[in-house]
């Protein structure tokens, strides 16, 4: 062995760093399936409209105290719900409404006030503040929270899609007893304002 020289040992190359994936792109057909369609009934398309149009006006609105909150609106839903046939679809129907809960809580003051509410700050969680109509507007906007690309699978956009339809209905049969139609009725009775063209 003295003839021979001595090999050094190379260190083994270190491992590149796992970088990020690129955000995988979703083909038309995983785009479709994805994508989340509201369906409301006529009544409360028209509850929506006109509480967009009573805030076009140049005052601020008041705040008015629901009859009954987004938490309670939520519970009463998945009180009402049919059981499920077992455990896990129960806890996948809690989690995507308290999904929703906090869905609410985060996006109230950038997505679902009018400018004319701004003014309504409070310590409260918004969803223990704010009532159906509030959560009428959410639902309207869903499909533009939750784009297809936020979704892992087929599955959970389907799950989201469906719990978000039953709750519209939900609301639709319930209306009077939330306050809901009230807004078309006081909104006939508003005064006109300079910007809704009255």
């Known amino acids: 062995m003295r003839g021979q020289k001595e090999r050094k040992k190379t260190p083994a190359p270190e491992p590149e760093p796992e970088r ?3 955000p995988k792109t979703l083909t038309e057909d995983e785009r479709a399936k994805r994508t989340i369609r509201v369906s ?3 009544s409360l398309r028209k509850v929506l409209l006109c509480d967009y149009e009573a805030s076009r006006g140049t005052d601020p609105r008041p705040f008015v105290a629901p009859r009954v909150n987004v938490v309670n609106v939520l519970n009463q839903f998945l009180a009402s719900a049919s059981p ?5 679809k129960a806890a996948r129907a809690e989690a995507v409404v308290r999904g929703f809960e906090a869905c609410f809580d985060r996006s109230l003051d950038a997505n679902l006030l009018y400018k004319d509410e701004w003014h309504n700050t409070s310590v409260k969680k918004p969803s223990e503040r704010y009532g159906a109509l509030h959560l009428l507007r959410m639902l309207a906007k869903l499909p533009a929270m939750f784009p297809p690309e936020s979704f892992a699978e087929d599955a959970d956009a389907l799950l989201v ?3 978000a339809n039953e ?3 939900f609301l639709a049969s319930r209306a009077r007893e939330f306050g809901v139609h009230e807004v078309a009725i006081d909104v006939s009775l508003a005064p006109s304002t300079p910007d809704n063209g009255e």
């Open 161 to 163: 899609q469906t719990k």
């Open 20 to 22: 990020e994936a690129a």
């Open 40 to 42: 409301m009934q006529p």
């Open 84 to 88: 499920p046939t077992n455990k896990v």
């Open 167 to 169: 709750l519209s209905k």
